[in-house]
């Protein structure tokens, strides 16, 4: 197996990608078995959050370059990548990606999908696509765009170079960079973290944001409001005030 699933520690499914031969191309295989795992996470109850790494020295160096060379374009339109990261694209819980080394091409565009990304001070980030005749096919032109705004991303699509993790901290791409040896621990305690909240209302924040933000503000102001309104019909909602006004941690229970 090529995608390997563990235990994050309570509450938590840590995702490793695990092809050290091809650096953790994602060839049709590697997206498969993710497609897979995000599908039985996403029904799995006794999950609320997940992790999703690579290896020490790499993230992922992208599509796999060699399964594609000779493609024609009808070849692509079949293989129907698209079906495989949509598990991953619609996955309902907190997602955190974990980048040590290389996160190229596809394996960017993987990080782009997660909710917050925690990267090795040494990490590497870049769109390479232009310098093998194609252009980012998983959502890199758009989800770029959105995370950096237009000036950053153009000169990251447009010219394939590599982006330190301090870079791209700076511009937004990234969540925290923490030593290159901390980053899992890093991303695992703040997955725990989360995984401690109310389910429901951590589900309804990843869906306001990231549907709400490709839609005019009014509206998504008026998703939001039905949403909070929402959370009053949570046992969590009941729990979590009433556990503030008795001075006592809450106990919250996905209801
Ligand atoms: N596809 C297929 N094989 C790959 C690969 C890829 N994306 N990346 C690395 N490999 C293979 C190499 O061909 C090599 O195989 P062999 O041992 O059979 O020669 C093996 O992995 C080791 O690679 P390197 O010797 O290059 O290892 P390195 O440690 O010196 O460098 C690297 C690592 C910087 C990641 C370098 O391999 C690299 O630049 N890879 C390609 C990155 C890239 O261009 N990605 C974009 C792909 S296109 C895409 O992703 C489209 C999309 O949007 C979906």
């Given amino acids: ?14 995702v490793r990608i695990n092809r050290p031969e091809a650096r953790n191309a994602l060839n049709s295989a590697v997206r498969e078995q993710l497609a897979r795992t995000f599908v039985e996470l996403a029904s799995n109850d006794d999950i609320r959050c997940v992790v999703v790494t690579g290896m020490e020295k790499v993230f992922a160096a992208g599509a796999d370059i060699k399964a594609m060379a000779d493609a024609q374009p009808i070849d692509m339109i079949l293989r129907a990548s698209e079906r495989n990261w949509g598990p991953i694209k619609d996955f309902p819980k907190p997602l955190i990606a974990a980048v040590n080394g290389f996160a190229l091409g596809g394996g960017c565009e993987l990080a782009m999908h997660a909710d917050m990304i925690i990267a090795g001070a040494s990490a590497k980030f870049a769109q390479p696509e232009i ?24 000169k990251i699509l447009l010219t394939g170079e590599m982006v330190s993790a301090q870079e791209a901290e700076a511009m937004g791409l990234v969540t925290e960079v923490v030593p290159d040896d901390e980053v899992l621990d890093r991303a695992l305690a703040l997955a725990r973290s989360i995984a401690l909240l109310p389910p429901l209302a951590v589900r309804k924040i990843k869906e306001l944001v990231l549907q709400g933000g490709d839609l005019p503000l009014e509206a998504a102001l008026v998703m939001e409001r039905h949403a909070f309104q929402l959370m009053f019909a949570t046992a969590d909602q009941k729990e979590g005030m009433q556990a503030f006004i008795e001075k006592r941690s809450p106990n919250f229970t996905g209801l």
């Fill in 1 to 14: 197996m090529e995608v390997l699933l563990e235990s994050g520690g309570e509450c938590v499914a840590l």
């Fill in 131 to 154: 310098r093998v005749g194609i252009i980012p096919g998983a959502g890199g032109t758009q989800r770029l765009l959105r995370a950096v705004g237009k000036f950053k991303a153009m």
